[in-house]
């Protein structure tokens, strides 16, 4: 059990201003997003003279943040260093690393973004369904290098959850940025390409300044299981099932769609693919020889019905539970044209990610209901992780040893326990920086330090609208969800200080309109009141009025349903 | 690999009406609450001439219960049999089973409340909070029987993560219904009390014609761990912290405050208890000689600092991450009296309740950064489930063997995961019931039927309303929450068909103020020409001019923002 706590007297920074760059030569990194939280990652790694950004991704929001759409990252600094930006480099496809690719790039639309072709893929159908112009994009292997300006970055092989996912090595004039991006290291991965472990050690030989890591999985002990562990899951439930069979996934789980096929193929299954985004990545995927799929395995959705349930696989998104995805939509047979019936089988190849917990089981419940077998992730058979489990953190380690040591991608209890084990493999205890959005920290020959603090907040996406809405709407539309609103018009002539019309009370969300009539009338009759009690100069003040109202009837509801709705008086001079 | 479903034909009863009783003797079973769900657990047992409730529970609401506070159950079936209801059985304190019962009471006031001393002072503690008058509490202890007509009840220790939690074995002139309650089988608890084995098994020897039985971890393959366990993890950490240690668990948690309290003595540490609920039962707990805690081991919260800190243990409230519970207010330094500084040890002796998970790991998160070291439950040895396994639950199956099963308390796949292990210790699959709430299950000597449904849905508390809010209220609230509120206020003369006053905006939710002020003024502009359209006819109907403002707002503001705020018209004739 570990219970020294790393040094955590560097994360107090609160500056804003970055100081002028010194005159010697000096990198920086930049996390904008991800520390601290799981979602929208995005680094920026920068020189005296040139500026790349290490991905570009998208957090869905949470429960605390009413209608807001997803929330992506604030590119102020980017932005003041237009002149320095150079390129976009993306690790691999998964939303949390591209997703707010099309956001930035309505800002810096000329931006090479480098990747592999299966990333490029995903961002291209992204840009396509968000209407983007013509995107410069530049295609890179693993083993390739790019060099802008004084930055040189090489595509380094590793395993992941997704196809074409690379870790970066960024050689600098002042030392080599090794950021792995999401990683497992997986010793029989499906498509039988092990993480580059040759091409890792020798960069580590060469040596490396600063490491940046995924830290997903710090707090799990041991190593995580093989994709191949999957396989063994199929097989067992393709050996049983007597009816069809349903495989939920993410989209872009390449690995497990393959599995799944393989397993179709292998027990003599017609497979079909459901969901907009599934139907996108196989056919991306097959063309890019990511994926092979036998052609005459794949059948339509419409013509599955002529086959017996036995000789059927459906893989289909809506591993998350999803309220408008189809595997949600079958399990209350919402959807247009897949039916659950008794003796389906129904595997979700996921685990819920936090937060979405509910929405899984509602959805396993409901297909139960229905009669489906259902089979989860949690069984931890039927799915495994993408992300590196302790062991293969400190292996990771182990092979780069860097001098210095930046956990990223986690929340805040990850990346510190993720910095014990930097600890323990020998990287310097002052070495370690637990960083949090924003934080800009400098390296240059001689020193490395935390020099200042950028914007690393929230920007929230809700309808067209990015960064227009922010805590104060938040606040109201929580106010107006707890219960409901009510507005009192009342028509005011002032020369005369006496109501003209109305009170009008009009509630929504906070009474059962058709039994509450007479709480209204009441309440009408009690703000009517309150009005005559004003003094006559007090009615040729509408704010007054306004203030009598509001006050007064929030404490006649409250006495009466002990609700606080939010209270809107509107008068007005006639 | 289980793949076969249980026969699901008896589940899609919909009839409302329960037949007449018929002249021979019977016994039905009711659960109102509690099946196809975590919370609320309440079922009627009902004989031709006496009915008994066994447990009143509440539950909490979940995300999209807006501004809901409690959920309970629908008392109709009992208020339609007020003069056969003789009694409620209590199994033990938990909120699930007794938070339901200051609602119950307000109808039902002269009802004996049954139960074991600690479940009594609980409910005792919640009436004095809600202030209910005289309650009537016949109290019982393990082994006990009460009669009430025709229904004999036998209170059967069990294992919990509460004290005084019991089975109960209802035996009636049909035959003998046997409820376990939440149940675990704790073969070394901290009170040295395991379950009554022999007990179960005279009853089960006597033959049960149908059992209900906790399902909450029917899908946990082996057997829960021992609360024993949980002694060791604290071992571990009392040896290895240097400064303060903070254990955070549920209130009534009984054994497992008393684990604490033990290492505590044991390890030299002053232990102080924090939260109202904590320092109620520990105070009850103590008077009733489930709690064992030396006096000189007890210092209060003010105190504290008197002690170094290796000499310190705080016991709170708090490990859901409860928003404003100690624990999470200490995380972000706005608890009034307690201070975490680095060097503290916070254990979270508790795993988070589905849909928990985040407030739970930002209260972690919060604590980490404040420099405290963060031990939480799902390391698996500072928390065991109160519930029973796989195994338990065959043990218990086996010892009962009864005739008919019902799996009670749990989400419907635990129900019918509990439904397959049933089969497999030999009950007929016709004579497992998966039921909904509300279900009438019915025996006689000859028949075993469900013979109808009664009300089995939630009941909404929110302010001081019971059940006075529903669907359609909800519906407003996610409507609001989304993208908030449009009132639009504008005064017509109908006589002369023209606008005297207004349009007046009024948003709330929608945008950002300050910086709308723009957008704002040109939908007044457009409402104005819109309202301007209309024909002198129509401008003599208010509902006409109402709808024209309505659907031309809603349009254009969705076409400025992609918004869909609720859209208010409100016309006044002056």
Chains 1, 2 share one sequence.
Do not use: W
């Not at 040759?198 to 960069?203: D, E, L, N």
């Not at 210095?404 to 310097?428: C, D, K, N, S, W």
Request: aromatic residues 6%; charged residues 25%.
């Amino acid at each position: 059990m570990e219970l020294e706590p790393v040094r955590l007297d560097r994360l107090n920074s609160d500056t804003l201003i970055v100081p002028a760059p010194p005159s010697t030569p000096y990198v920086r990194v930049i996390p904008l997003g991800g520390c601290g939280e799981i979602g929208r990652n995005m680094t920026v790694v920068e020189t005296n003279d040139d500026l790349v950004i290490v991905d570009c991704g998208l957090m869905f929001p949470d429960d605390e943040m009413y209608g807001v759409d997803v929330v992506i990252n604030d590119f102020t600094y980017v932005r003041e260093r237009t002149a320095k930006l150079r390129a976009l480099l993306v690790t691999h496809g998964h939303e949390d690393h591209i997703g707010g690719i099309p956001y930035f790039l309505r800002e810096f639309p000329q931006t090479p973004i480098v990747g592999t072709p299966l990333s490029l893929a995903l961002i291209k159908a992204k840009s396509r369904e968000q209407k983007l112009g013509e995107m410069s994009l530049v295609q890179v292997g693993p083993g390739d290098r790019v060099r802008y300006g004084s930055i040189d970055a090489e595509f380094v092989h590793i395993n992941h959850s997704v196809a074409g996912a690379c870790a970066l090595a960024l050689r600098t004039p002042v030392g080599t940025i090794f950021h792995t991006g999401d990683f497992k290291f997986d010793q029989t991965p499906i498509d039988g390409k092990p993480a580059d472990f040759a091409g890792i050690a020798r960069i580590g030989d060469e040596g490396v300044l600063c490491m940046l890591s995924d830290s997903t999985n710090a707090e799990r002990p041991g190593h995580t299981l093989s994709e191949r562990i999957v396989g063994e899951a199929f097989t067992s439930i393709f050996s049983h099932a007597k009816g069809r069979i349903l495989i939920a996934s993410f989209a872009s789980n390449v690995p497990r769609i393959q599995q799944a096929v393989d397993h179709a193929v292998r027990f003599g299954r017609k497979v079909t693919f459901l969901g907009r985004s599934m139907q996108n990545v196989v056919h991306f995927s097959s063309e890019l020889g990511h994926l092979r799929i036998p052609a005459e395995t794949v059948v339509k959705i419409e013509d599955i019905d002529n086959f017996p349930p036995e000789r059927v696989l459906v893989v289909t998104t809506g591993s998350q539970g999803e309220p408008m995805s189809g595997l949600a939509r079958m399990s209350v047979r919402d959807h247009p044209r897949f039916r659950i019936v008794p003796g389906d089988t129904v595997v979700i190849s996921a685990t819920p990610i936090p937060g979405n917990e509910k929405s899984v089981y509602k959805t396993v419940n409901n297909l139960a209901k229905l009669g489906a077998t259902v089979i989860h992730g949690t069984d931890g058979k039927s799915h495994v992780s993408g992300h590196a489990s302790q062991e293969e953190l400190l292996l990771m380690l182990n092979l780069v040893r860097p001098e210095f040591f930046i956990p990223i991608h986690g929340e805040y209890r990850m990346l510190l326990q993720h910095a014990r084990l930097a600890v323990q493999t020998g990287v310097e205890s002052d070495n370690v920086f637990v960083l949090e959005n924003g934080d800009v920290l400098q390296f240059t020959s001689e020193f490395c330090d935390k020099i200042g603090k950028t914007y690393g907040g929230h920007v929230f996406v809700d309808g067209s609208g990015v960064g227009d809405i922010g805590e104060a709407v938040l606040r109201d539309r929580k106010a107006l969800s707890n219960d409901g609103i009510m507005v009192v018009v009342v028509a005011i002539d002032s020369e005369e200080a006496r109501v003209t019309a109305g009170p009008d009370l009009i509630s929504k969300g906070l009474f059962y309109l058709p039994e509450a009539g007479g709480v209204l009338d009441e309440l009408r009759t009690e703000t009517l009141a309150m009005i005559q009690e004003v003094s006559v100069e007090g009615m040729r003040d509408v704010n007054t009025v306004k203030e009598h109202i509001r006050s007064g009837l929030a404490k006649s509801i409250y006495a009466r349903t002990k609700r606080r709705p939010v209270v809107i008086p509107v008068v007005m001079e006639v």
